[in-house]
């Protein structure tokens, strides 16, 4: 079974577009992430939720919005999208059972022309 | 801002040989943590070690911590063709939320 999922997998689409990425964790954990990982694979957090509430907040533009209906899922809207918004977005999860390791998704590759 | 620096950024190795990458970092810390990333994948946990943690081994693997140096190093022992990914450190400062603050990684190619 899948422990942390994202769809879409591939995201190609315009300038000027809003769009989604959903991601669901089967795992129990109380805390989900959102992270961005450029052309040169540089990982930077975005967001953290816990239990559904907002609780990491980085510099990100407020063109990007994440939303978490329940603790098990957490999905990020983003407007007006820009060329450099293109990069891959990897969801992951966290417990506290086994220690602070995070499980990722597989990642959703964003690409904007 | 990166927290860790890696290195090397890239490595070429015979397999059966080993694999050392380093991984330095700027600020205190809760506990440092290894990934790797397989090409187009997410990322894989592979080993946590805290700040009061020297050294610690899992399987083919061995994680060195020196605080005072704000360095770490993950050696990888008879590495195999599989070993082929690339290899993040990860600094965990104990803010809220546990965010971890990741390194530019080391590509790691295992020839077979």
């Known amino acids: 079974d899948t422990a942390v999922s994202q769809t879409p997998k591939y995201l190609v689409t315009q300038m000027g577009n809003d769009k989604s990425i959903k991601c669901e964790q089967n795992l129990g954990h109380d805390t989900m992430y959102w992270y961005k990982q450029d052309s040169k694979k540089f990982l930077k957090i975005m967001f953290s939720?816990?239990?559904?509430?907002?609780?990491i907040n980085e510099t990100v533009p407020n063109r990007f919005s994440p939303k978490s209906p329940d603790k098990a899922h957490l999905n990020l809207h983003i407007n007006s999208l820009e060329l450099g918004d293109s990069a891959v977005y990897f969801c992951?999860?966290?417990?506290?059972?086994?220690?602070?390791?995070?499980?990722f998704g597989p990642g959703t590759r964003l690409t904007v022309t | 801002s990166q927290q860790g620096e890696e290195d090397p950024q890239a490595l070429s190795i015979q397999e059966g040989e080993n694999a050392t990458m380093n991984c330095s970092y700027k600020t205190s810390i809760n506990n440092l943590q290894w990934y790797r990333q397989n090409s187009g994948r997410g990322l894989v946990h592979l080993i946590l070690i805290r700040s009061n943690e020297r050294e610690k081994h899992s399987g083919r693997l061995r994680v060195t911590l020196d605080t005072s140096k704000k360095s770490s190093s993950l050696l990888i022992t008879a590495s195999r063709a599989a070993d082929t990914a690339s290899y993040f450190c990860a600094t965990d400062g104990s803010t809220a939320g546990n965010k971890l603050t990741f390194g530019g990684g080391t590509r790691v190619l295992v020839k077979p």
């Open positions: 939720y816990n239990n559904k509430e907002l609780i």
């Open positions: 992951a999860s966290r417990g506290t059972e086994r220690g602070y390791e995070q499980y």
